[in-house]
């Protein structure tokens, strides 16, 4: 990687000071996506392949799973312990980097979507989990973070007491976002990318979900000296409840680096417009946004995340909100789409 020094590059290097297991391909392309550009008047697209980043079928997941192994390697851990949504991606990728990392690992799996099939029991993420040889916990509430949280303090002293060292990986926004240092790192990677392809960017739009990859470029981009407007697409919860939780996470990278990387209000950006009915839930603009983007560029978008994400960008050029050279930070998760096969094809 060019070491351009960008404005506040020393941010970048006191993230070295946090532990570390290198696990993603990096940095991944930035690409031009000009079918699905050619499809809107007045806009160029662009795609940060995050999807390439190699473990256990990439996807963000792997950029912040690398501070998170770091301190349980740290710590001398030998079983990871992380809750999520059935088809998490999140807790797939943590699975697939135990494994990588000679580590057990415990995943227990919450019930957000209601009235779901077969399918998305059996298949895609959940699938993957089995292969993987993850022990798996059911939690039977969607929307506890708190809850689960303490769900999996008790699975992990059951551990301790059967002579294992375990690590967890928290849900709820009051822990340290280490995940999201990650993405301050990959903010930089943008930055020497747009740098050697002389692009100037204007817009990047990113699925703003448990946050951390949200903040994490937010921080990053500012820290650096970057203006470039950044909207998160909700997936989870209303842009109301969504800006709380990534000021929250902002305010905590600010205490860990000690640094005010100079964010505005008016820099949290987000928009719910894709959000409806829900987690995890189908809606006919999702559907357009991963058939489109698979039709003009041959790209898998997944129903929960990047497709409501891409739904979301595409309102926002068509509301003109935003114009110019706009970026889709691609996060993965792939794999869901088979969880959602019967949905997709109806």
């Not at 192994?69 to 809750?83: P, S």
């Not at 110019?324 to 691609?330: Q, R, V």
Request: aromatic residues 6%; hydrophobic residues 40%.
């Amino acid at each position: 990687m060019n070491d351009k020094d960008f404005n506040g590059q020393g941010v970048v290097e006191q993230l070295r000071t946090f532990p570390r297991c290198l696990l993603a391909h990096v940095p991944t392309p930035l690409e031009v996506m000009e079918r699905l550009s050619a499809h809107f008047a007045g806009v160029s697209l662009f795609v940060k392949r995050d999807d390439c980043t190699g473990l256990g079928f990439g996807g963000n997941k792997v950029r912040q799973l690398e501070y998170y192994l770091g301190h349980a390697v740290k710590e001398r851990a030998d079983t990871i312990l992380i809750t999520g949504a059935v088809q998490s991606n999140f807790v797939r990728v943590a699975a697939a980097a135990a494994r990588r990392m000679g580590m057990e690992c415990h995943i227990q799996l919450e019930e957000r979507v209601q009235q779901v099939d077969t399918l998305y029991r059996s298949s895609g993420n959940v699938l993957l989990n089995r292969i993987l040889g993850a022990t798996l916990h059911s939690y039977p509430v969607g929307e506890d973070e708190a809850g689960a949280d303490a769900k999996l303090g008790q699975i992990a002293e059951q551990l301790r007491q059967d002579g294992s060292v375990p690590y967890i990986i928290p849900l709820g926004p009051e822990h340290d976002p280490l995940g999201a240092l990650a993405y301050i790192d990959a903010a930089h990677e943008l930055l020497v990318q747009l740098d050697q392809q002389s692009l100037p960017l204007d817009h990047l739009v990113v699925t703003s979900g448990s946050g951390a990859t949200h903040a994490g470029l937010l921080f990053g981009l500012r820290a650096l000296g970057s203006r470039i407007g950044i909207t998160g697409v909700c997936s989870r919860r209303n842009a109301l409840s969504q800006r709380q939780r990534i000021a929250g996470h902002l305010e905590k990278l600010s205490a860990m680096l000690n640094k005010d990387p100079g964010i505005e209000p008016d820099d949290i950006r987000l928009t719910d417009v894709s959000l409806a009915p829900g987690y995890g839930r189908l809606n006919d603009g999702v559907i357009e946004a991963l058939r489109l983007t698979a039709r003009c560029e041959g790209l898998f978008l997944d129903p929960v995340y990047t497709a409501k994400t891409m739904a979301g960008l595409f309102h926002l050029v068509r509301q003109q909100e935003i114009s110019g050279k706009i970026l889709f930070w691609h996060t993965g998760g792939q794999p869901a789409l088979f969880g959602y096969g019967e949905g997709l094809l109806d």
